[in-house]
C-alpha cells in the first residue's frame, strides 16, 4: 500500500469496512499498483478493515483482515515498515526473507518487487518517503547521502524492535486523531523526525556502521552565525538542517561540525532550545482565565507530548511550564 504522491491538505483520512471477500480484495488492488493477490482460509465471520491518514511525507494505516492472503507488488515508491500486531507475515523481496509475528516488525525497501504473504492479521504500517530518513541520517551522522541505505528487514534488537512498534502505534493514534494540532506544520516536522530518528535506532544501516571524517577546516564563526539569525527568524517554521545550512551558505556536515566547535552543540539542538525559550516566553505573557494552556504553547512550538515539553522545560528553567503560566 503506497502513499499518495503529494496532498494538497495537512491531512487526507480514509477509513473502510466491509464482510466481503471480493469487496476487500478490490480495494486492496485500488490501493496497490501491480498487485496479484490471492487469498485462503478466510474466516467464517470475515471483516477486512482499514483507516489511514496522510500527514506530510508519512502515510499511517491500521489494517485487519480476517483471511490469509498472498500479494506480489511492484516496487514501493516509499519505505515502508509493518508492526504486528496479532497474525503473522512473510516477506520477501529477492534478496533477503524475513517473517514476523505478534509484537514484530518488519522494513520493506523501495525499489525493490515485494512478495507479502499474511495470515490472520491486525497491523500497523507506516510509509515514509526515504529522501526524510536520509536527510536525517545525513543531519546526525554526516554520511553522504549517496551511501546510505538500510541494510535488513529486521531490527537490530526485539528491545528496539518493540520500540518501532510503539512509535508506529502512537503515530497512528496522532495522525488518526482531534485534527486541530496537525494545523501546526511544526507538528507535522515532530512526527516527521520522530518517524525518521526511529526508523534509522531501529533497522541496521550504513549510517550505524560507517566512520565519518570530521571536516579538518572548520568553519569561520560567520556561518554560525548566519545560521543562528536564520533559526531565531524562522524558528516557528518547520525548517530543516538542510535550510539552515543552505542559509549558512555552507553543507549540512560543515555546519554541523562549526556548531560543536564554537557551540558545544547542533544546529538542530540550537534549534530545539530556541523554540523552548519561545515557548518561554509565551507562557510569561499568557493568561490562564483567557483559556491559554500549558498543552496549546507546547503543540505551537513543535512539542508531540506535553510531558516531554514539561521535562525538557524544567532541566531549563527550573521549574514546571504549569508554575510559570499560572504566576
Same mark, same amino acid.
Given at each position: ?9 495537512? &491531512?487526507?483520512? +480514509? ?11 478490490? &480495494? $486492496? ?24 491518514? =496522510? ?29 504486528? !500486531? *496479532? ?36 497491523? %500497523? ?10 536527510? =536525517? ?5 554526516? $554520511? ?11 531490527? &537490530? ?12 502505534? +502512537? ?16 507538528? $507535522? ?37 548566519? =545560521? ?18 543552505? =542559509? ?31 515557548? +518561554? ?7 490562564? !482565565? ?15 507530548? *506535553? ?8 532541566? &531549563? %528553567? ?8 499560572? !504566576?
Amino acid at each position: 500500500m503506497q502513499r499518495n504522491a503529494g496532498t494538497g491538505t495537512p &491531512v487526507t483520512r +480514509h477509513r473502510y469496512a466491509t464482510h466481503e471477500v471480493s469487496q476487500a480484495h478490490d &480495494v $486492496i488492488r485500488q490501493r496497490c499498483a501491480g498487485l496479484e493477490l490471492w487469498s485462503r482460509s478466510v474466516a467464517d465471520q470475515f471483516t477486512y478493515r482499514e483507516e489511514m491518514a =496522510a500527514v506530510g511525507p508519512i502515510l499511517a494505516t491500521r489494517v485487519q483482515c480476517a483471511m490469509d492472503i498472498e500479494m506480489h507488488l511492484e516496487p514501493l515508491a516509499d519505505l515502508l515498515i509493518v508492526a504486528m !500486531t *496479532t497474525g503473522r507475515a512473510e516477506v520477501r523481496d529477492g534478496r533477503e526473507e524475513a517473517r514476523s509475528g505478534p509484537g514484530q516488525v518488519l522494513l520493506q525497501q523501495p525499489g525493490r518487487p515485494l512478495v507479502n504473504v499474511g495470515q490472520h492479521f491486525d497491523l %500497523y504500517s507506516i510509509n515514509l518517503d526515504l529522501r526524510v530518513v536520509t536527510e =536525517a541520517a545525513t543531519e546526525r551522522t554526516g $554520511i553522504d547521502p549517496d551511501d546510505f541505505r538500510f541494510e535488513a528487514m529486521m531490527p &537490530v534488537s526485539t528491545e528496539m524492535g518493540q520500540f518501532w512498534h510503539h512509535t508506529a502505534a +502512537h503515530l497512528f493514534r496522532l495522525f488518526t486523531g482531534p485534527a486541530e494540532p496537525l494545523q501546526n506544520p511544526l507538528v $507535522i516536522r515532530a512526527a516527521t523526525d520522530l518517524a525518521a530518528s526511529a526508523a534509522l535506532a531501529a533497522f541496521p544501516n550504513t549510517a550505524m556502521t560507517l566512520s565519518y571524517r570530521v571536516e579538518a577546516n572548520s568553519l569561520p564563526i560567520g556561518s554560525v552565525r548566519r =545560521a543562528m539569525s536564520f533559526i531565531e527568524a524562522h524558528a516557528g517554521e518547520a525548517i530543516t538542517a538542510t535550510q539552515i545550512a543552505d =542559509a549558512a551558505r555552507v553543507t549540512p556536515r560543515a555546519l554541523q561540525t562549526a556548531f560543536r566547535r564554537h557551540l558545544s552543540t547542533t544546529p538542530m539542538a540550537y534549534l530545539r532550545r530556541t523554540r523552548l525559550d519561545r515557548a +518561554h516566553q509565551d507562557l510569561l505573557g499568557a493568561d490562564p !482565565t483567557r483559556g491559554d494552556t500549558v498543552a496549546a504553547i507546547a503543540r505551537r512550538w513543535g512539542y508531540l507530548h *506535553t510531558a516531554r515539553f514539561a521535562a525538557d522545560y524544567r532541566a &531549563v %528553567y527550573g521549574r514546571s511550564p504549569t508554575d510559570t503560566l499560572h !504566576t
